[in-house]
Every structure is written in structure tokens, then in C-alpha cells.
């Protein structure tokens, strides 16, 4: 079973430009997670998805992170203007549903530094 | 007083030791928790579940006490590959339509030496 896809690996901008990561979840999954993960924090979620619908993005800040999923499958982060403290990893996560014992499985994530 | 709190370490450990890691959390209306590993540069993936009073497979216990509101994560025989950081995800705030909102430690990290 192929796992939960994220590209580009990683991503290296100024401040102020635009970004876009792209996920791909495991297959037949109906929830996907965006995390934010700050060196030597744990994973801060951003936004989950229940198919194509937002089920929370209480953390997203939405002046500058927008965040779609619009046929229900795979879904694209973005983030316009980039500041410096944006650098982190980007983290896409999938699970079957969204029952409160589901397991996540986590993409290999997205690098980024903001210059 | 954070939603889940850990000690981020690190805990540095003989081969072959026995290590205890804690993880509290404040929503006393959380329903599930997990322990997941991380390690260096790669991406956290599931160690265990714990659901009621707790759970354990192989050398690793996890333990729940919802009187005291946290999660305990035990490690017998520790192996040099045991090195990582252990997140702990508490399931507890709800999200408007109702579901869980997951929420993560920050970890704590082993190191297990020779």
C-alpha cells in the first residue's frame, strides 16, 4: 500500500515570496492533516479535512496560510507572504476517518526555510 | 498550562535499561491517546495506542490515568535503536462539527549508548 505523498522535499525561499506544498494521501482515507513542526517542537496541527470539507482550522493563520482539498483526495498548503518564521517542516498526515482512535500515517514532509 | 506537556529530555541511557517517559494533558474530556516515535529528520509513526487503561507490546507499556490526567510510556531492555523522540497525541479538544482535534507534546527524546 503506497503511504501519503508530499513534494516538493524540500524548499528554500526569501521572505515574502509564495509557497505551495502538495499531499497525497494513503488511498480510500477521507481525513488529511496539515502540521506545522518547528525544530525541537512537536507537529502543531494547521487544518484537518473530512473529505473535501474543513473539520477544524482553528491554528491556520489565515492571513498568510491558505489550505484546500477540493475534490477530496489530495490537497495543496500555501502560504503568501512567507516570513522567517515560517521555517519549519510541513507535514501531511492521513487517517481512515475520523473517529477519535484513528491511527495517522504521516507523509515524509516538506522542508522549508525562509530567507 | 499547555494542552500536553512533556519533558523534552534528553533521557540518556544504558543498553539494556529500563526508561519511563510522562506525558500530561489539561482537557480532562480527552477520549484517546497515542505514542508515536520520531526519528531524526523523518516523519513520527505510530508506536502505540491507548486506549483504556493501557496497552503493551513487547518490551514498551503504555499507561493511562485519567484521575492524575496523564500517560506513561515504559521501555524495558532498551536497544541502541530505541534512540528517538517519543511524541505523545492526546485526542481531546473538539472541533465544531464535533470530531477530535489531535494534539501533540513536543517529545522527549532517548538516547540509548552502548
Known amino acids: 500500500e503506497a503511504g501519503v505523498a508530499q513534494s516538493p522535499r524540500y524548499k528554500i525561499i526569501e521572505k515574502r515570496q509564495s509557497v505551495a506544498f502538495w499531499c497525497n494521501p494513503i488511498?480510500?482515507?477521507?481525513?488529511l492533516y496539515w502540521y506545522q513542526q518547528i525544530l525541537g517542537q512537536g507537529p502543531k496541527l494547521l487544518i484537518q479535512?473530512?473529505?473535501?470539507?474543513?473539520?477544524?482550522d482553528s491554528q491556520l493563520p489565515k492571513d498568510r496560510f491558505s489550505a484546500e482539498r477540493l475534490k477530496g483526495v489530495d490537497s495543496t498548503l500555501k502560504i503568501q507572504p512567507a516570513k522567517l518564521e515560517d521555517s519549519a517542516v510541513y507535514l501531511c498526515a492521513s487517517s481512515l476517518g475520523l473517529a477519535y482512535q484513528e491511527t495517522q500515517y504521516f507523509g515524509p514532509g516538506t522542508r522549508l526555510l525562509v530567507l | 498550562r499547555k494542552e500536553v506537556e512533556q519533558d523534552p529530555g534528553p533521557f540518556n541511557v544504558p543498553e539494556g535499561a529500563t526508561v519511563a517517559f510522562n506525558c500530561t494533558y489539561s482537557n480532562s474530556a480527552s477520549q484517546s491517546f497515542f505514542w508515536y516515535r520520531q526519528d531524526c529528520r523523518k516523519e513520527p509513526n505510530l508506536l502505540m495506542s491507548v486506549y483504556t487503561s493501557g496497552n503493551e507490546d513487547g518490551r514498551f507499556t503504555a499507561q493511562l490515568n485519567r484521575a492524575s490526567q496523564y500517560i506513561s510510556l515504559l521501555i524495558r531492555d532498551s536497544k541502541l535503536s530505541d534512540s528517538a523522540t517519543y511524541l505523545c497525541?492526546?485526542?481531546?479538544?473538539?472541533?465544531?462539527?464535533?470530531?477530535?482535534?489531535?494534539?501533540f507534546g513536543r517529545g522527549t527524546s532517548l538516547i540509548v549508548h552502548p
Open positions: 488511498s480510500g482515507h477521507a481525513t
Open positions: 479535512f473530512q473529505n473535501n470539507g474543513v473539520v477544524d
Open positions: 497525541v492526546v485526542n481531546g479538544g473538539r472541533a465544531s462539527g464535533g470530531s477530535y482535534i489531535p494534539t
